[in-house]
């Protein structure tokens, strides 16, 4: 499972995933999350998750036709929430055997730390995360 927000460093771990997964034939789950605004009315979220599974969709569009050169099955979904915690749950409820993550998401805040995302997905999965600088 490649958790997927668009930045640079998600888009070197669909790149890691798609050749771990050639080598060891398995799928890859391409798995991003779209957070809504807090606190928000109803009007404002139903926009933002809108522009949000627009972007993430042509976003996966790209990168479908970028993977034609390789032997792997990828799925794609889009979920809503905390990123974290939606990463997490996903892949317990899928028996996901890895999770792949960039280091820093697209938030400005995020490029202080490790990133908060990738921070909480390290301390609470299930499974192995492999972290992309």
């Not at 627009?54 to 979904?77: M, R, S």
């Not at 979920?79 to 993550?101: C, N, S, Y």
Request: hydrophobic share 45%; net charge negative; aromatic share 6%.
């Amino acid at each position: 499972m490649v958790g997927y927000d668009g930045s640079v460093q998600a888009n070197k771990a669909v790149e890691v995933s798609l050749s771990l997964a050639e080598s060891l034939d398995c799928t890859v789950l391409i798995f991003a999350v779209a957070r809504p605004p807090e606190p928000a009315t109803s009007v404002e979220v139903e926009a933002v998750l809108d522009d949000a599974r627009e972007h993430y969709e042509a976003a996966f569009k790209k990168i479908l036709e970028n993977a034609t050169g390789h032997d792997v099955q990828i799925t794609t979904d889009i979920a809503v929430g905390h990123p974290a915690e939606q990463i997490v749950h996903r892949a317990e409820q899928d028996k996901v055997d890895l999770i792949i993550l960039g280091r820093r998401g697209m938030s400005l805040f995020e490029k202080w730390l490790l990133g908060s995302v990738s921070e909480r997905v390290l301390r609470y999965a299930h499974c192995p995360v492999m972290v992309i600088r």
